[in-house]
């Protein structure tokens, strides 16, 4: 079983913010997550933006990839 770390509230709002400034759907993201073998649906993606999900390391790295970001844009204001 993999280590998770626990998600703070404004982590989901810094990816959604993400997220939206490159004009991405959560459903884009998800496939785009799926094609580096990472296995999500989009509720669980859903549940990262809304702070209710556990999110994996490997996901922190492959969404800062997707949105051409430092990782530390995640844990803005917090």
Do not use: P
Not at 4 to 28: C, F, S, Y
Not at 31 to 52: A, D, K, M, N, P
Request: hydrophobic residues 35%.
């Amino acid at each position: 079983m993999s280590q998770k770390i626990k998600q703070d509230i404004h982590i989901g709002n810094n990816i959604r913010a993400l997220r939206k400034a490159k004009k991405l759907t959560q459903e884009q993201v998800v496939t785009h997550l799926q094609l580096q073998g990472l296995e999500i649906s989009r509720s669980s993606y859903s549940q990262i933006e809304c702070g209710t999900y556990n999110i994996r390391v490997s996901e922190l790295v492959a969404l800062a990839k997707l949105f051409q970001t430092d990782i530390s844009c995640f844990f803005k204001d917090i």
